[in-house]
């Protein structure tokens, strides 16, 4: 979570580069922001910005910020990241000899990448196939030839690279499905309910600002959130919210959740 200093350098942040997009009339972008950043630079956020946020996947938890200048639509904009024409580049990362090799995992991608110098806002995030033989990893355009020059092992695996379109990843999160019955669609009872939390311990991770619905963090206990909303939890993880199953006859509600692996 960014502190008073950060969260202000933050705003200054995106109100420069909001100027610098209308003023200049050319495209402007933050580095890849956490949960966290996104939040606050939302709010840092004017109703004339044209600020849009993407991390090369529409499910991208880490994403960039970009700010539109009067001539660019937003469509335009997603279409050449996820095409692999924009500032936003995917690197395919690729285990020489999968069968032999012991699987890579997301920490031992980001510590290689972090190894060769790269800053953690230059990388978004990091998706692996099932059987830990080939990673995809989300980084600003400026620095994936250099990964793919520099890069040749990953934990213990030789790897080789390559840069793919955004589009091309075939890695997505495996989703748990779990139902389970609540007093009532309040954001403090799912939480408690998916992490097998007390109904106190998810209030109090509520109240140190934790808790992130649709990429903002969340402030209310009693939030109800709707169908289809992404719930971040740090350090427990996250799930969707996919919505009521039935009431039962003394009013408690079963609900449905897919919680990411």
Same mark, same amino acid.
């Given at each position: 979570?960014?502190g008073k200093e950060?969260?202000?350098?933050l705003a =200054?942040r995106?109100?420069?580069?909001a100027?610098?997009?209308?003023?200049?009339?050319y495209?402007t972008h933050?580095?890849f922001?956490?949960?966290?950043?996104?939040?606050?630079a939302?709010?840092?956020?004017?109703p004339?910005?044209r =600020?849009?946020f993407c991390g090369g996947?529409?499910?991208?938890?880490? #994403?960039?910020l970009?700010f539109?200048p009067?001539?660019?639509e937003?469509?335009?904009?997603?279409?050449?990241e996820?095409s692999?024409?924009g $500032?936003?580049?995917?690197?395919k990362?690729?285990?020489r000899?999968?069968r032999?090799t012991k699987?890579?995992?997301h920490?031992?991608c980001l =510590?290689?990448?972090m190894h060769?110098g790269?800053g953690?806002d230059?990388?978004?995030d990091?998706?692996? $196939?099932?059987?830990g033989?080939c990673?995809?990893a989300?980084?600003?355009?400026?620095?994936a =030839?250099?990964?793919?020059?520099?890069?040749?092992t990953v934990?213990?695996?030789?790897?080789?690279t390559?840069i793919?379109?955004p589009?091309?990843?075939t890695?997505?999160?495996?989703?748990?499905?779990?139902?389970?019955?609540?007093?009532?669609v309040?954001i403090?009872n799912l939480?408690?309910?998916v992490f097998h939390?007390?109904r106190?311990?998810?209030?109090?991770?509520?109240?140190?600002e $934790?808790?992130?619905?649709d990429?903002?963090?969340?402030?209310?206990?009693? #939030?109800?959130?709707?169908?289809g909303?992404?719930?971040?939890?740090r350090?427990y993880g996250k799930f969707i919210?996919?919505?009521e199953?039935k009431t039962?006859?003394k009013?408690r509600i079963?609900v449905k959740t897919?919680?990411?692996?």
């Amino acid at each position: 979570m960014p502190g008073k200093e950060e969260g202000q350098l933050l705003a =200054g942040r995106v109100r420069d580069l909001a100027r610098r997009a209308m003023q200049n009339e050319y495209l402007t972008h933050t580095g890849f922001l956490s949960l966290s950043e996104q939040s606050r630079a939302a709010e840092a956020l004017e109703p004339a910005d044209r =600020g849009v946020f993407c991390g090369g996947l529409p499910e991208a938890d880490r #994403r960039v910020l970009f700010f539109l200048p009067p001539w660019m639509e937003e469509e335009t904009l997603l279409r050449q990241e996820e095409s692999g024409e924009g $500032e936003i580049a995917c690197v395919k990362i690729l285990v020489r000899g999968a069968r032999f090799t012991k699987e890579i995992g997301h920490r031992d991608c980001l =510590g290689a990448l972090m190894h060769l110098g790269i800053g953690r806002d230059q990388v978004g995030d990091i998706l692996l $196939e099932k059987d830990g033989s080939c990673a995809y990893a989300f980084v600003l355009a400026g620095i994936a =030839g250099h990964i793919c020059r520099e890069l040749v092992t990953v934990g213990r695996a030789h790897v080789d690279t390559q840069i793919v379109p955004p589009s091309v990843c075939t890695a997505r999160p495996v989703l748990e499905p779990r139902s389970g019955s609540i007093a009532s669609v309040r954001i403090d009872n799912l939480i408690a309910m998916v992490f097998h939390l007390s109904r106190s311990a998810a209030q109090q991770l509520i109240e140190r600002e $934790e808790v992130f619905a649709d990429g903002r963090i969340v402030t209310a206990v009693s #939030r109800a959130p709707h169908s289809g909303s992404r719930i971040s939890v740090r350090g427990y993880g996250k799930f969707i919210y996919e919505g009521e199953e039935k009431t039962t006859k003394k009013g408690r509600i079963f609900v449905k959740t897919s919680v990411y692996r």
